[in-house]
């Protein structure tokens, strides 16, 4: 066994590399830049794992998704790799000071786009040796990706600030354009490219046309009741998943069912999340925010019971089927009007014109009474902004430099430049985002095979698939046969369970 | 269905009786860090009920509140101020028996006993897990510093896991049978270890058709009991007691941190005009953090700030008086004591003492 293999099977309990991960870290580990695509559950985080664990300095990762760095902290923490930090907006200020302290000590320090900015965060890597700089989710970088992220756009300076070390690119979902975008933006035209495809082989798509809510429900339960399998749902809304799960329990009660969302506290998250994972649970109705450090081998089906707004995301979320290579389906629920929801979903993406205007005017008028800190909180609330409105607009007015280091610069006449401008980009933002959605409803509603058209943007071979292709070519719900590997748990009463949880002789007092 | 919840706020309600807003009620529940809260639950005998329910959402503790109102069981005027109809508290006098609130106590628990629970969630994950020899799992609780506490427990506690394991299960066992059988069983399903995830509090309150608040007020009930026995009876539970932690961790966690310097000076012998004249501020502040101080902190002692015999007249002077009012008080005793003298004594007198409010 070679070094990288020991590696593998001591911290990850792997004997092999999956598909891509050991030539990008062959690749990486003789300082090539490089842009991996890897399909989602292909173990892209390996790709920058272990080159920390042997590389001389620091790795540093930047990723957008906060639960997935401390889910990968976690987790690396759990195999006996402790040298791993994540440092994000969940970090108190006094346990940060204390983490800036002993900054050198760490191989591999998470950090989110935001904390990057930190000036004495940046001072203090500047004068470490930095063997890695790895890109999660690089498709943020680019305004043509489905989770264009401002924020990304500094890290070229960043890069160039830290004495410009490799650089790795990482994304699961990218367009040949994006792909292109993403070295563009980071001006770094000559990176190894490692692109390897999306579709797999074991899952299979389908559609299900309803005419309502109801017939969603019922199909759902007479589905999972015939093939009861660890199963996801995927909702676009919170009380919706909560109000299916609590249906669905009471209709299954041979199921063990639950929901989550990014509403719940977090001890409970934790808990769904491994309920799952360790086979306590059977179905999870979820939102997106469910399922990135989810590390469960045998889901066989996933149903979207509302559409995705895009189909890179769609893409990512049926990527979470089947990966011990067995067959897996995905269901695609659509009833008329079902495109309204995620059309409000975009809307709520994407400030109005009047809020960037009214804000043009309450920055003014603070400038020309010199109060120029600004409480983003305070602001977001008074213009009934959400986080990622906020942030679009955050952008704008600082590439204006109307805004720096959250202080009010001077105004002047800017207005007649910049709010046209940005009207102009919510605009073109705006049909972007609808683009997509289209892309995603236009899928639904072909004719031709699913997998074809689903995959066709990304790459130029598809391939064969090892069980049923899609519900246009071969499949029908009746033929299915999945494995179905379901333990049931028996409720125990409490002090047997406490005795089997103490590993403890059960004393039967019947005597 | 009964609500123990519900039956908490129209407690809560009955005995503020018009005299606070019932958003006062919601920051006593969540065990606000503010002398107003602290106070306000000394003076009207609800320190037990402080900080109980940490996790409570301002707009259900609003729906509660509607709903105890259109059941008929409170009345309240447009600023939110409230009170109990004759049928409220037939409610409240009905239901006493149901529910083990007397395990509450929460001015002097609500942050031991969080952090105690949470401690012994670890506690058990880790050793249950290990003594299987599984030394991968990921940690019940995001919180560091448990998980810093945990390593340095493990570190020095130096014994076999095989015997941890043994003696937690012995401890736990004498505790949980003393519960009745419902709430044994909440516990023990929250509990995580080797093999077994816990139920979340919304899978909890399925299985016992309760509601989310129910669940957890009940959890902390047993919690609050747990660590009052443990306490109690340090030798019967050698092992249990290594988890709570000391009572000066209680008072810095519940006390403003404010406060908290006016303590430090204080404990170094400082008057409260130094303090006063040293940290640039009102002498009135300063008596504010003290009498905030000798609400929470049990080993503070009034003798210092006054005489034994003004000690007894005044509380002499309550006791006659039968009101919360201080002003009503303060004429009672001839104007002869300051507001804050009779507040240093209404606030070292244990809730068992008085019973003023029907
Ligand atoms: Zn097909």
């Known amino acids: 066994m070679s070094q990288l293999e020991t590696i593998l099977q001591k911290f990850f309990g792997h004997t092999s590399f999956r598909e891509g991960q050991k030539e990008i870290i062959d690749d990486v580990m003789i300082g090539n830049d490089v842009l991996g695509v890897l399909p989602t559950g292909s173990g892209k985080s390996i790709c920058y794992q272990i080159p920390a664990m042997l590389a001389e300095g620091t790795v540093i990762v930047i990723s957008p998704l906060l639960s997935l760095m401390e889910d990968q902290v976690k987790q690396l923490k759990a195999t006996g790799f402790k040298d791993v930090v994540a440092i994000n907006s969940f970090v108190q200020e006094m346990e940060r000071s204390q983490i800036f302290h002993e900054l050198s000590s760490y191989k591999l320090i998470y950090l989110s786009p935001e904390m990057i900015q930190n000036k004495r965060l940046l001072t203090q890597l500047n004068h470490m040796k930095i063997s890695l700089f790895v890109i999660d989710e690089a498709h943020c970088i680019s305004q043509w990706g489905h989770e264009f992220r401002p924020d990304y ?22 367009t040949p354009e994006v792909q292109d975008d993403i070295m563009n933006q980071l001006e770094r035209m000559n990176m190894n490219k490692h692109i390897y495809a999306m579709d797999r082989e074991n899952i299979t798509f389908s559609v299900q046309y309803c005419n309502n809510t109801k017939e969603k429900l019922v199909f759902i339960s007479d589905t999972l009741q015939k093939f009861p ?16 799960a609590s249906h669905l329990h009471y209709q299954l009660p041979n199921l063990r069912v639950a929901f989550y969302h990014g509403g719940m506290d977090s001890m409970d998250r934790v808990l769904i999340q491994q309920q799952f994972m360790a086979g306590q649970l059977d179905i999870v109705c979820c939102t997106s925010a469910f399922g990135m450090g989810i590390n469960k081998t045998n889901v066989r089906l996933i149903i979207h019971y509302h559409i995705p707004t895009q189909i890179e995301s769609f893409i990512q979320e049926v990527g979470r089927a089947g990966r011990d290579g067995l067959s897996s389906v995905s269901v695609v629920l659509y009833a008329p009007y079902d495109e309204m929801l995620p059309k409000r979903l975009i809307d709520s993406e994407l400030p109005t014109v009047e809020q960037v205007k009214s804000l043009y005017h309450f920055f003014d008028n603070k400038f020309q009474a010199k109060q120029t800190a600004i409480n983003e909180q305070e602001i977001m609330v008074a213009f009934d902004l959400n986080e990622i409105q906020w942030r679009f607009i955050k952008f704008q007015f600082e590439k204006y430099e109307i805004l720096k280091d959250n202080h009010i610069m001077s105004i002047y006449e800017k207005k007649n430049v910049l709010v046209p401008a940005i009207e102009q980009l919510i605009h073109n933002r705006y049909q972007e985002k609808l683009a997509k959605l289209n892309q995603m409803v236009n899928w639904i509603h072909q004719q031709g095979c699913r997998r ?28 299915w046969s999945p494995v179905v590997d379901i333990e049931k748990t028996n409720t125990e009463d409490w002090r047997t369970s406490l005795a089997h949880l103490f590993d403890q002789q059960i004393m039967h007092s019947d005597c | 269905m009964i609500h123990l919840v519900n039956y908490v706020i129209l407690y809560c309600i009955a005995k503020i009786n018009h005299e606070r807003t019932t ?5 006593l529940l969540r065990g606000k860090r503010s002398s107003q809260t602290i106070q306000d639950a000394k003076l009207y005998e609800l320190s037990s009920y402080f900080g109980i329910l940490k996790n409570l959402k301002r707009s259900d503790f609003e729906k509660i509140v509607e709903k105890l109102q259109e059941s008929g069981w409170i009345v309240s005027n447009h600023k939110n101020y409230a009170s109990l109809t004759e049928d409220g508290y037939i409610y409240l006098q009905s239901h006493q028996k149901t529910f083990p609130v007397e395990w509450l106590n929460g001015m002097q628990l609500a942050s031991i006993s969080e952090l105690f629970w949470l401690r012994l969630q670890l506690t058990i994950q880790t050793y249950t897990n290990l003594v299987q020899g599984n030394n991968n799992f990921i940690p019940i609780t995001d919180d560091h510093t448990v998980q810093y ?14 015997e941890s394991v043994d003696h937690l299960y012995k401890e736990l066992l004498t505790l949980l049978e003393s519960l009745p059988t419902d709430y044994a069983t909440l516990f023990v399903h929250r509990l995580s270890g080797y093999q077994k995830i816990g139920l979340s509090l919304y899978q909890l309150a399925q299985s016992s058709h309760l509601s989310v608040y129910d669940v957890s007020l009940l959890l902390t009930c047993v919690i609050h009991r747990f660590v009052t026995k443990v306490k109690v009876k340090s030798n019967d539970f050698p092992y249990l007691s290594m988890l709570i932690p000391p009572s000066e961790q209680h008072v810095a966690d519940v006390v403003t941190q404010s406060a908290q310097k006016t303590k430090q000076w204080l404990e170094k012998g400082f008057s409260i005009d130094q303090i006063a004249q040293i940290r640039k501020l009102k002498r009135s502040t300063i008596e504010d953090h003290v009498i905030e101080i000798a609400y929470i902190d049990p080993s503070f002692s009034v003798e210092s700030f006054l005489h034994h015999q003004a000690y007894t007249e005044i509380l002499h002077g309550i006791k006659q008086s039968k009101t919360t009012k201080l002003k009503d008080i303060k004429s009672l005793l001839h104007n002869q004591y300051s507001y804050f003298e009779i507040r240093l004594v209404f606030a070292s007198v244990t809730d068992n003492n008085r019973s003023m409010i029907p």
Not at chain 1, 229 to 244: D, G, L, N, Q
Not at chain 1, 452 to 463: A, E, M, Y
Not at chain 2, 149 to 162: G, L
């Open chain 2, 149 to 162: 506490w945990f390593k340095q427990h493990y570190y020095h506690s130096r014994t076999d896991v095989r």
């Open chain 2, 23 to 27: 958003a006062s009620v919601y920051h």
């Open chain 1, 452 to 479: 074809r058209t689903l995959f066709q943007p990304f790459q130029s071979t598809i391939k064969e698939p090892t069980f049923y292709c899609c519900d246009s070519c071969d499949f029908q719900f009746e033929q």
């Open chain 1, 153 to 174: 756009l500094k890290l070229k300076e960043v890069i160039a600030f830290l004495n410009a070390p490799p650089v790795l690119a990482l994304t699961a979902t990218a």
């Open chain 1, 229 to 244: 399998v660890p199963t996801m749902i995927y909702f676009s809304s919170k009380k919706e998943a909560e109000a299916i």
